[in-house]
């Protein structure tokens, strides 16, 4: 079975500072999908970043880059020169490739709350 | 908004009572998930369809639960019976699964919605 663990309940950064959210994994698929999504006070999930199990370079979407080290099952999400609009719920979940058949359900970890102070 | 939509946004109801919540999800998505969410946690899954198959069910989705995507477009999920323990966030999701080109599930999540339970 999949899991995924967040061992970090709350972290706090300095705006424009970088934070790292830890994220591992646990999961005896060969192929897999690793995500983290962002859980503002408003409650939709807003999909930020992923990384495919074969991918060998790491994943960027602007100021989001997802640190992956597969032997260590971890993917970790780091966040450069935060924002105050960055403070929320942040989620790293798994999921199976998507080949045929296959439901691609997301496995999610509980979450770290990210509170970015001026 | 072309966006995932749910209806309604809140519900409160009393204990004994059914409801039932609406899913709209991207036009072109074939795939449609249900999550719920209760406070502290990540996402869990409940169920899946693709197109108007409900092909995968979670342990979670006691026989209380039933959900239905009859014409492969929108979703309703019914709870009876409600109880105190169904008080939580109800998410839904929907994403493009083409089985002929194996790739990641990028799901695009609705705002929810938050049933309280009296």
């Known amino acids: 079975a999949q899991k995924i663990t967040q061992t970090q309940p709350g972290m706090f950064v300095q705006e424009k500072e970088a934070v790292t959210l830890d994220c591992t994994y646990d999961?005896?698929?060969?192929?897999?999908?690793l995500f983290w999504y962002k859980q503002p006070s408003s409650g939709e999930m807003i999909f930020l970043i992923y990384q495919g199990s074969y991918d060998e370079q790491n994943a960027t979407e602007g100021r989001y880059s997802l640190n992956f080290q597969k032997a260590r099952k971890s993917a970790n999400l780091v966040i450069s020169a935060s924002q105050l609009g960055d403070s929320a719920m942040y989620f790293c979940?798994?999921?199976?490739?998507?080949?045929?058949?296959?439901?691609?359900?997301?496995?999610f970890g509980t979450g770290t709350l990210l509170a970015v102070q001026p | 908004d072309t966006g995932v939509s749910q209806d309604p946004r809140h519900k409160i109801t009393k204990r004994g009572q059914n409801v039932t919540f609406r899913c709209d999800p991207i036009s072109e998505h074939n795939r449609l998930y249900w999550y719920r969410q209760t406070l502290g946690q990540g996402p869990e899954f409940l169920t899946y369809f693709q197109n108007e198959a409900q092909l995968e069910k979670s342990r979670l989705l006691s026989d209380r639960f039933s959900a239905e995507r009859p014409k492969g477009s929108f979703s309703t999920l019914e709870i009876q019976r409600t109880e105190q323990g169904d008080s939580a966030m109800y998410l839904c999701a929907s994403s493009l699964g083409l089985a002929e080109i194996p790739t990641y599930n990028e799901q695009f999540f609705g705002p929810g919605t938050r049933l309280t339970v009296l």
């Open positions: 999961t005896s698929d060969q192929s897999y999908g």
């Open positions: 979940a798994m999921s199976e490739m998507n080949y045929g058949g296959a439901t691609n359900k997301l496995i």
